[in-house]
Nanobody, 121 residues
Framework: QVLLVESGGGLVQAGGSLRLSCAAA????????MAWFRQAPGKEREFVAR????????FHADSVKGRFTISRDNARNTVYLQMNRLKPEDTAVYYC??????????????WGQGTQVTVSS
């Protein structure tokens, strides 16, 4: 069982930056691929970015490519999402997820409770 706890969300003006963190407890963090998803009000959950177990592979959704960067620190059992040049359409609850497989779908085994990001125009 892996417990994931996100932090770092908040209110920011358009063009600003935030860094989200997701701390993992339980299991061996370095054996899990990690991902970030988001869900805006009234919309379906959307993939944002994923990273492989050792961080050698990353993939970002087109909507955030060049603005967001996923990274991880296995010594700290933490995955990050650096978000720059934020836009109002980035407003959503952001979730981190973990799975033993480097998944390309949203079928991750473990999910955090989410952290709210609000971008004002």
């Amino acid at each position: 069982q892996v417990l994931l706890v996100e932090s770092g969300g908040g209110l920011v003006q358009a063009g600003g930056s935030l860094r989200l963190s997701c701390a993992a407890a339980g299991g061996t963090f370095s054996t899990y691929a990690m991902a970030w998803f988001r869900q805006a009000p009234g919309k379906e959950r959307e993939f944002v970015a994923r990273i492989s177990r050792r961080g050698l592979r990353t993939f970002h959704a087109d909507s955030v490519k060049g603005r967001f960067t996923i990274s991880r620190d296995n010594a700290r059992n933490t995955v990050y999402l650096q978000m720059n040049r934020l836009k109002p359409e980035d407003t959503a609850v952001y979730y981190c997820a973990a799975d033993l497989e480097y998944r390309t779908d949203d079928g991750y085994d473990y999910w955090g409770q989410g952290t709210q990001v609000t971008v004002s125009s």
